[in-house]
């Protein structure tokens, strides 16, 4: 009865953290760690009566590994594999606690394992790929991922998720060459999914290479040609390759097939307000805050294109004030606010209080303390602009000191 | 004036509009000499061919006229000047409107890609010499008094690369008396840190490209002290000049804080803009945040470039006009003391139209001589001008007539056709060239022709040029401060030559006058402390003054 209850909870917790793509229902880290004890609990009461549990063991590695605990989920996997050698996955799980150890030798002895047992299983070798992506083991690195890419050609459509999440590692670990060999890949092997061209397309134009990115998505345009979602990130790398107006007419596009969707009227309007068409911008977000006035975001971008008109000030301050009210955590509102405040009406006490409000919620904004410093200064509070100095200066110096740690 | 202070600038700017009329303001064509700024064009794009074009106006000969020096482009990647196209040139001023170029006879040809060029006689031997800031190369030319200049960069101690950095790429110069011994010290602007090696491939839209300044490291600026004895001593450590990194792009000095010592206003690219406030013991302390000029009202570091620091509503204090990339207007910041800066860009009215240029050299001058100092900014998009962008690349620049009252009007169109010709602008130097009273613009384009804009302005207004001769001083009495009264008011401005980006200006200060014919009172601040009044000074002429 004990197993059974220790491993369901141990698989309802893995259920969570594995099912990226799955709605889940709100976990909050407080509960993910009251769940892990409890597991963690059970599993190890099921293990003082049978020490050689082969399920307990590895489900109590798991979350040890979960929590980072590589030295203790290392023993517990080594004693698994005392038991039971020949499983590829408990030692692609030995090689994730090699590479969080930083152990190039255990690493490199538990991917020839994995080579050996399972050299043709996709789902193990590209797990064992994303963990070694980036972890500079280098007697290890570079062949894994050869391996993963030899294996597509013998792979169908619904394997192209593997190829994409591969690709998401090595984007993560700074490796857009590989990323980009892996999310074209995905796009070879499953044409029929839209993300896996977005991600492509993305790292291309993170890259700078825009006009592969342009090219990717003109192709899953010509996949997908009434598809909002498409049209809609094709605009969006468009812009980011620098053709506006090619990036406006996917908007546009996207607004005809779904004319009463506040998200596309929104990703437009912020096309239209980054080409300076601001009385364009005007409408399309007045139309897009008509149709969802709860939604923060929108009421933000009308409020900034208003901003951009010499006469717009009144109406930014409505909006602002409207997404402030709907999101009162959003530290950008304050800012413009404060902005807002200060150089169009040169109220600086109203300022201040926004600007104090928007340094608490985003101490990273820089432009936000300069303009509370000048705030306080020109209310006569020299203390106070002291103060906030100060303030900015050890956000600076922190800044400074994780940057040189990295 | 200080009733003024207390009414929103907006206010005024909506008064100002309605009540006030501009005299004109016109340019055209001079017999420019025969000038091409080359990039060394290259398929592969390589980051310093979106930049040079420097150019300077000064009298190297004091012939009364002044001359021009423009600096060059190089082979790249090599960096080499392998023929007569890439030469840095001197043309001097015939006086009949046109030049000839003495380049060789003077031995200013110069070596390497050259970015920028600062003028100032740091020898105090009444010649002006001049600094050339390029790629991992500066040069520091020492003017013989004959007509000839010698390269002295090594002997002075101004070759050696940066102990952690390497060979620096410096983009402009400005010379200063940062401590008032009488002697010019170099402050070097530096941009960032480069390789042609090690150079990142970037496109727009399909076509290779120049890659956005993101990919590129920051750098320290550099302060070199004048030792008086042709040598000078690097003391960007000692000064706290070194302390901060930043992208440097060009230099503005003046005394911000009105302590009668000379701070620094450096921008940088896409990095919030330096404040260098001079603490008169050597040292220097960055305070752009705490006055409020680090950033702009959007609250986005931006793509700083020229920049120009004179005192645009004439209460006392220098401001700045900033230039900066396409959609991020052209910073307009109002000193107000103690206090710091409070940007007025919108509120000027310079925001509206400066928002569609990317401006580089930049430059506050009186060009109606109305006594009211306007605003010129040499514009050209960053992008390759054969590249996907190329239709957005070139521009007109951009005049700002100055309407009193803290408010500016866009009048490019009315200026001439002059105006209305597109092109990759960068350099602008600023100077009267033909001794009319008027302010001159000189200009250049990447890969396009020097032009002179003849400034032809028809109001019949009066003017004064003044060339100061320091004696305690520096010799050209850069950092003195001059405050002028005529019966319509009280007008102030600086002497110095580092103005807009990467170019240097006549050192002469020039004011407009409106219909004064008389100077009731010239008031002169040497930097060595002398106070010197002079009274009433009769208009339109250049007016002489020697330090007593």
């Not at chain 1, 109590?60 to 594999?81: H, I, M, N, P």
């Not at chain 1, 306080?376 to 400074?400: H, S």
């Not at chain 2, 105090?124 to 008094?145: M, P």
């Not at chain 2, 200060?509 to 000074?537: A, I």
């Amino acid at each position: 009865m004990k197993l059974q209850t220790a491993l369901a909870l141990a698989g309802a917790l893995f259920a969570a953290t594995d099912s990226a793509s799955r709605p889940q229902p709100h976990r909050t880290a407080q509960n993910e760690q009251t769940e892990r004890e409890a597991a963690k609990h059970q599993l190890r009461q099921v293990l003082e009566h049978d020490p050689n549990n082969k399920e307990a063991l590895f489900q109590l590695a798991r979350v040890t590994v979960e929590e980072g605990d590589f030295a203790s989920a290392d023993a517990l996997f080594q004693k698994y594999l005392a038991i039971s050698p020949a499983e590829p996955g408990a030692w692609a799980y030995l090689l994730r606690c090699a590479v969080g150890q930083n152990d190039p030798k255990g690493a490199a002895n538990a991917q020839r394992q994995i080579e050996l047992l399972a050299p043709t299983n996709l789902a193990v070798q590209a797990q064992a790929a994303c963990w070694l992506a980036g972890s500079g083991i280098s007697e290890v690195t570079g062949r894994e991922f050869e391996l993963v890419m030899s294996l597509a050609r013998s792979q169908t459509s619904s394997e192209g998720l593997w190829y994409s999440r591969l690709g998401q590692c090595y984007e993560h670990a700074h490796d857009p060459s590989r990323a980009t060999r892996a999310f074209q890949a995905a796009v070879d092997l499953d044409p029929s999914t839209e993300t896996n061209y977005f991600r492509l397309a993305h790292l291309f134009a993170r890259e700078g290479l825009v006009g592969d990115a342009s090219e990717v998505m003109a192709g899953a345009v010509k996949h997908f040609p009434h598809s909002v979602t498409t049209r809609v990130e094709a605009g969006d790398i468009e812009l980011e390759a620098g053709n506006p107006e090619r990036a406006l007419e996917q908007q546009q596009r996207a607004a005809t097939l779904n004319p009463r969707s506040p998200g596309v009227l929104l990703l437009l309007g912020r096309i239209q307000l980054a080409q300076r068409r601001y009385p364009e911008a005007i409408v399309t977000l007045e139309r897009a805050a008509k149709l969802a006035a709860a939604d923060a975001g929108i009421q933000f971008y009308a409020g900034q294109a208003w901003m951009k008109t010499e006469h717009g000030t009144e109406r930014a301050l409505e909006h602002f004030k409207r997404s402030l009210a709907l999101d009162p955590n959003r530290a950008s509102t304050y800012y413009w606010l404060g902005s807002l405040y200060f150089h169009r009406y040169q109220e600086y006490r109203v300022a201040v209080q926004y600007l104090e409000q928007a340094v608490d919620r985003a101490p990273e904004l820089e432009a936000a303390h300069q303009m509370l410093i000048q705030a306080y200064k020109r209310l006569g509070e020299d203390a106070k602009a002291a103060g906030e100095l100060r303030r900015y200066q050890e956000i600076i110096q922190q800044k400074a000191k994780a940057e040189a740690a990295k | 004036m200080m009733g003024l202070r207390q009414v929103p600038a907006v206010l005024l700017s909506l008064f100002a509009a309605v009540t006030t009329t501009v005299a004109p303001i016109r340019f055209e064509d001079g017999r420019a000499p025969q000038f091409v700024t080359r990039t060394g064009r290259t398929a592969r794009k390589y980051l310093p061919q979106t930049m040079g074009g420097g150019v300077a106006v000064f009298d190297y000969n004091n012939d009364g006229l002044l001359d021009i020096y423009v600096v060059n482009g190089a082979t790249m990647p090599g960096l080499l000047k392998d023929g007569p196209q890439y030469s840095d040139r001197l043309f001097r001023n015939n006086g009949d409107g046109n030049f000839t170029d003495v380049t060789n006879m003077a031995g200013v040809a110069g070596q390497g890609f050259n970015i920028g060029v600062a003028i100032g006689d740091y020898d105090n031997d009444g010649f002006e010499d001049i600094f050339v800031a390029g790629v991992h190369r500066n040069t520091l030319y020492h003017n013989n008094g004959d007509g000839t200049f010698t390269d002295l960069t090594e002997r002075a101690g101004l070759a050696g690369p940066d102990p952690q950095y390497g060979t620096l790429w410096a983009v402009g110069a400005s010379w200063l008396d940062y401590d008032r011994d009488g002697l010019l010290d170099l402050f070097v602007v530096n941009y960032v840190q480069w390789d042609p090696k090690t150079e990142p491939v970037c496109e727009k839209r399909g076509l290779p490209d120049f890659c956005y300044p993101r990919a590129y490291q920051g750098v320290p600026n550099s302060l070199f002290h004048n030792n008086g004895d042709g040598t000078f001593t690097d003391v960007s450590p000692v000064s706290g000049i070194r302390q901060s990194i930043g992208k440097g792009m060009a230099v503005a000095a003046a005394d911000f804080d009105g302590d009668d010592w000379p701070d620094l206003f450096v921008t940088n690219d896409t990095l919030p803009n330096s404040l260098f406030l001079n603490q008169r013991n050597g040292t220097f302390k960055e305070a752009a945040i705490e006055n409020g000029i680090g950033f702009t009202e959007n609250g986005a570091a931006i793509s700083g470039m020229g920049a120009d620091a004179r005192d645009i509503d004439d209460d006392g204090r220098p401001d700045i006009f900033e230039t900066a990339l396409l959609n991020e207007t052209m910073p307009l910041f109002r000193n107000l003391g103690q206090v710091g800066f409070e940007e007025i860009t919108f509120a000027s009215g310079v925001a509206r139209a400066s928002r569609a240029k990317t401006g580089w050299s930049n430059g506050i001058y009186d060009f109606n001589n109305d006594g009211h100092k306007d605003l010129f900014a040499a514009c050209g998009h960053v992008m390759d001008a054969e590249g996907s962008l190329r239709a957005t690349v070139p521009q007109t620049n951009i005049i700002f007539a100055n309407l009193g009252n803290l408010n500016f009007a866009e009048v490019t169109a009315a200026a001439g056709v002059v105006l209305a010709r597109r092109g990759v602008h960068r350099g602008a130097a600023f100077g009267d060239l033909d001794n009319d009273g008027r302010v001159d613009v000189v200009l250049t384009e990447l890969d396009g022709p020097l032009r002179i804009l003849r400034n032809v302005s028809p109001a019949a207004n009066h003017w004064l040029l003044i060339r100061t001769i320091g004696a305690k001083s520096n010799r050209d009495g850069i950092g003195t401060r001059i405050r002028l009264v005529t019966e319509d008011g009280v007008q102030y401005n600086d002497v110095g030559t580092n103005v807009g980006y990467a170019s240097s200006s006549d050192v002469r200060v020039h004011f407009g006058l409106g219909r004064r014919t008389l100077v009731e009172e010239l008031e002169l601040f040497w930097p060595s402390g002398t106070h010197q009044v002079l009274k009433n000074v009769k208009a339109d002429q250049v007016l002489t003054v020697l330090e007593r």
